[in-house]
């Protein structure tokens, strides 16, 4: 009898992409229960190049037309270091990271809103 894997989720999280962030990228999926969550899925949409995704979940007022990837970037780890606000009792909420790819590190205090209920990536401010 064959054993079915499930890949592990690029956010970081212990479990499956598909019990994971896979539960928030899809077009008409659940929305993302707090800020952190977001912000987990945004990385993974970024790992896995979903413009849609990203541009779904980004604030209107901040939004681009589109997300361009660089096709060299290879992002390969997630760190999580802090949190403000963003459970489902508030309506805004900071997430501070460490995103490494190869060859650097993004480290990001990105700030987020609810918009009609659900969380978006407002913007951010790049940390030393």
């Known amino acids: ?61 901040t939004r681009p037309a589109r997300v361009d990837f660089d096709p060299g970037m290879r992002w390969t780890g997630l760190e999580v270091l802090g949190t403000t606000g963003g459970s489902a009792f508030h309506t805004t909420g900071t997430v501070t990271f460490r995103a490494t790819y190869r060859g650097g590190v993004l480290h990001e205090r990105s700030r987020f809103e609810r918009v009609e209920g659900a969380w978006v990536y407002v913007d951010g401010d790049f940390l030393e």
């Open 1 to 61: 009898m064959a054993v079915m894997t499930l890949r592990s989720c690029p956010c970081g999280l212990s479990g499956p992409y598909e019990k994971c962030c896979g539960r928030y990228l899809p077009v008409g999926a659940a929305a993302a229960p707090t800020a952190e969550a977001l912000m987990r899925s945004r990385y993974t949409a970024f790992v896995r190049q979903d413009a849609g995704h990203l541009l779904r979940t980004w604030h209107p007022r």
